[in-house]
């Protein structure tokens, strides 16, 4: 069977992750959608139990797995005997960051490939920050987020 790890906050996780994850598993016969349980650049909005949940109501049907963790990606992925981690792009600018940090990985685990996956032209646009700044403000998140996401924000923001 193959097994791909998609690593994130998915702090919530939108469609274009969906998209992502879709894709993936047009490649690979099941996708762990592994949720950070924190991030060194921000803070997160849900908790790490919530954005499990809200990404196993979103994914109800697909071959997938929802975990979290707390460690480096790579300790992740030997405990787990993974080989594959998938990361979406969106932009060029993605990739700097993301290429950087496939190295980075690589060095410390050699076993591990990296597969990029671009997401469909119509999520380029789209990322958490800017689904949880327009949910804080008001804004519609229609289309953006998967249901039960959009629910969750307009719960955590009182709209």
Known sequence: MKIAVYPGTFDPITNGHIDVIKR????????IIAVAEKSSRKETLFTMDERIAMIKEATKGMKVEVDGFSKL?????????????????????????????????????????T???????????????LV????????????????????????????
Do not use: C, H, W
């Open 24 to 31: 993936a598993l047009g490649v690979f016969d099941k996708i």
């Open 73 to 113: 990606l790579v300790d992740y992925l030997k405990d787990k005997k993974i080989k594959v981690v998938i990361r979406g792009l969106r932009a060029v600018s993605d990739f700097d960051r993301e290429f950087q940090m496939a190295v980075a990985n690589n060095e410390l685990y050699s076993d591990m490939e």
């Open 115 to 129: 597969i990029f996956i671009m997401t469909d032209k119509k999520y380029f646009y789209l990322n958490s920050s």
């Open 132 to 159: 949880r700044e327009l949910a804080r403000l008001g804004g519609s998140v229609n289309g953006l987020v998967p249901k039960n996401v959009e629910a969750a924000l307009k719960k955590k923001f009182g709209k």
